[in-house]
């Protein structure tokens, strides 16, 4: 088992910033791949950013450039700063953790995160 809990998230204006961080537990971190997702009212759960073991990134499209994905193997935690923020940024952001790579699709993901809310006023 492993648990996630994520925090940073926040209310922020327009073109601001904000650092989520997601600490885990339970087994080795370096094990497994993590990821950023992101979840709006009344919308489905989409991915925003995942890492590899080895610290390889891959982003969606729509954030490519504006967020960068993190580890810290040492500190068992996982990062994702955000920089230009918009309103369509505003979400629930979850972490998720992969014992095999699985990139972009959530059903591959092992373990969830509780998911902390990112508020972005225009």
């Known amino acids: 088992q492993v648990q996630l809990v994520e925090s940073g998230g926040g209310l922020v204006q327009a073109g601001g910033s904000l650092r989520l961080s997601c600490a885990a537990s339970?087994?080795?971190?370096?094990?497994?791949?993590m990821g950023w997702f992101r979840q709006a009212p009344g919308k489905e759960r989409d991915f925003v950013a995942a890492?590899?073991?080895?610290?390889?990134?891959y982003y969606a499209d729509s954030v490519k450039g504006r967020f960068t994905i993190s580890r810290d193997n040492a500190k068992n935690t996982v990062y994702l700063q955000m920089n230009s923020l918009k309103p369509e940024d505003t979400a629930v952001y979850y972490c998720a953790a992969s014992h095999n790579w699985a990139g972009a699709l959530n059903s591959e993901y092992d373990y969830w995160g509780q998911g902390t809310q990112v508020t972005v006023s225009s």
């Open positions: 890492i590899k073991w080895s610290g390889g990134t």
């Open positions: 339970g087994r080795t971190f370096s094990d497994y791949a």
